[in-house]
């Protein structure tokens, strides 16, 4: 057990509201980079986080002290992207605008702009792209290897899939992604 | 000639994930296969890539702080005040601020459904809330 977590859910047992508040801290980062890059987008992002957290306060209480929060918190994370489906419907349009007359697409756009200081963008937007392209279980085994770091039995667990099944879909998202940035020029030169 | 190696060979073994036998094999033929070496070059350039912690960086927007006022005030509300006042005043501040929050912020539908779960699990006097906020996003989502 993490010390860390020991913690969170040492406070969470006296106080609710604060182990709540530290337990969303430590792990918004995590959760948000990793719905960031399977949705591709930062709208889809936020919702896919927010339906992860929602899912893990709901849990929390019945939650066993003695395991540790990280794995449990990349399996929901993992299984909520996955399930993770656009009801374009119900969404709210990004043309429509807020009070302050300000639409949801010009808040998105400045708040990217700072990103396109980069002077690497070609290739780090490239690689989005490639990314957001492939399968969804090609896109997750890439973001859980390459993103996060896992071993190829860690991602085995975290997807429930057999071992097997992550080389394939690593290998083939792998290709997709070489000849898509390929395609794009960014090893030329 | 065409070559007939596996190339998914070449990524376990940039990934050290291949069978020893299998290795010398490949490494083998890479001394003879001027296609695999390139094949080879190029997968290096894409591994650096997808490895490279720099092409992950996200900046975190502020929306996640307003989830989080969200999810807090839903699963964790501070009772500080009587009933009462906690009931004006969360309904005061969701007057001020639900227009504007609900307008915005990806993710209403899952609110909403978190709002309605709410009111069958919260106390009384959150309940009366999030059935008011309810009524105020369903109003607002109605055009
Ligand atoms: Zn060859």
Known sequence: MDSSDAGILKIYKKNKHQGLDLLYERYKKYVYTIAYHYAGNREDALDLTQEVFISIFKSLDNFKVEFSLLPWVKRITVNKSLNFLRDKKETLSLDQTNENGSSIQDTIRSSEDTESQLIYLDTKQSLHKSIKSLPPKERMVIILRHMKGLKYDEIAKTMDIPLGTVRTLLHRGRKNIKASMKEDGIWEG | ?143
């Open chain 2, 1 to 143: 000639m065409e070559c007939k190696l596996d190339v998914t060979l070449l990524q376990d073994l940039l990934e050290g994930v291949i069978d020893p036998i299998e290795k010398l094999f490949v490494e083998e033929h890479l001394k003879t296969c001027k296609q695999c070496r390139k094949e080879l070059a190029e997968l290096k350039l894409l591994f650096w890539d997808l490895n490279d912690k720099a092409n992950y960086d996200t900046s975190l927007p502020t929306e996640l702080e307003h989830i989080k006022g969200a999810l807090l005030e839903e699963f964790a509300a501070i009772p500080t005040k009587n009933t009462t006042a906690i009931v004006l005043d969360v309904h005061r501040k969701n007057a001020r601020s639900a227009g504007m929050f609900l307008d915005y912020m990806p993710g209403v539908k899952a609110s909403n459904e978190l709002v309605k779960k709410g009111v069958r699990t919260a106390p009384s006097a959150l309940g009366k809330v999030s059935k008011a906020l309810v009524k105020g996003t369903r109003l607002l989502l109605a055009e």
